[in-house]
């Protein structure tokens, strides 16, 4: 019963971090792609 728990709580904070990894991952990605497009256009243009 402790071991089911415990492989449990495991799998829940596996799937918090994932979550968390993937949100960052989407969120960092919209940033880079802001901040490259506000300084490439200048330079393009």
């Given at each position: 019963m402790l071991s089911?728990?415990?492989v449990f709580d495991i799998s829940l904070l596996q799937?918090?971090?994932?979550a968390l990894f993937a949100i960052?991952?989407?969120?960092?990605?919209?940033l880079f792609t802001?901040?490259?497009r506000s300084t490439l256009i200048?330079?393009?243009q």
């Amino acid at each position: 019963m402790l071991s089911g728990d415990f492989v449990f709580d495991i799998s829940l904070l596996q799937t918090i971090l994932f979550a968390l990894f993937a949100i960052m991952t989407l969120f960092q990605g919209r940033l880079f792609t802001d901040s490259e497009r506000s300084t490439l256009i200048p330079k393009l243009q």
